[in-house]
T-cell receptor, first 110, second 113 residues
Framework: GQSLEQPSEVTAVEGAIVQINCTYQ??????LSWYQQHDGGAPTFLSY??LDGLEETGRFSSFLSRSDSYGYLLLQELQMKDSASYFC???????????WGAGTKLIIKP | DAMVIQNPRYQVTQFGKPVTLSCSQT?????MYWYQQKSSQAPKLLFH???????NEADTPDNFQSRRPNTSFCFLDIRSPGLGDAAMYLC????????????FGAGTRLSVL
């Protein structure tokens, strides 16, 4: 079967750095993406990795290792507004559907 | 500058009373998706349109239907809502089928009494 695993909840302190991991098992792989969703809001695209390595976008970075079927989202200089759920999603062999992880709720404490 | 707009934001209906949710987009994207999302879960794809081509997920109940009268608009019809259909319904678009980047509307939260 196809599945993605990510921690259900992560807690960090404002101003710190936090890493949210995602491991995947899919038939075919064409990229790993990350979405942010605030409570009651819509998912918003954050970043995408098709190749191994680190992609940086401001305070957020995303990493991929295809040989390990693993990626992570790194959030630096955490702000209270970063409190949200973060979903990893993989584009597999299906020509139309993203496969979603269950989401990681990030709790930030002052 | 909302690009994917869903109406209404909140919808309350009665058990068994049909309800229609709407979605419009200004991105001129070929693909429109409907997702169902329950609390603390990932979005679950119900169906999608690639242009006028309708694609239903195998496990989407027959109770859920969709219409896409033109490129900009898409509707989700729930013919006989049950208590288990209470959820957030998300509309999304992408330029091409299977695109890694999807643009989501703010969602419609459906309550069933």
């Amino acid at each position: 079967g196809q599945s993605l695993e990510q921690p259900s909840e992560v807690t960090a302190v404002e101003g710190a750095i936090v890493q949210i991991n995602c491991t995947y098992q899919t038939s075919g792989f064409y990229g790993l993406s990350w979405y942010q969703q605030h409570d009651g809001g819509a998912p918003t695209f954050l970043s995408y990795n098709a190749l191994d390595g680190l992609e940086e976008t401001g305070r957020f970075s995303s990493f991929l290792s295809r040989s390990d079927s693993y990626g992570y989202l790194l959030l630096q200089e955490l702000q209270m507004k970063d409190s949200a759920s973060y979903f990893c999603a993989v584009k597999g062999d299906s020509n139309y559907q993203l496969i979603w992880g269950a989401g990681t709720k990030l709790i930030i404490k002052p | 500058d909302a690009m994917v707009i869903q109406n209404p934001r909140y919808q309350v209906t009665q058990f068994g009373k049909p309800v229609t949710l709407s979605c419009s987009q200004t991105l001129n994207h070929n693909v429109m998706y409907w997702y169902q999302q329950k609390s603390s879960q990932a979005p679950k794809l119900l169906f999608h349109y690639y242009d006028k081509d309708f694609n239903n997920e195998a496990d989407t109940p027959d109770n859920f239907q969709s219409r896409r009268p033109n490129t900009s608009f898409c509707f989700l019809d729930i013919r006989s809502p049950g208590l288990g259909d209470a959820a957030m319904y998300l509309c999304a678009t992408s330029r091409e089928r299977g695109a890694i980047i999807q643009y989501f509307g703010a969602g419609t939260r459906l309550s069933v009494l």
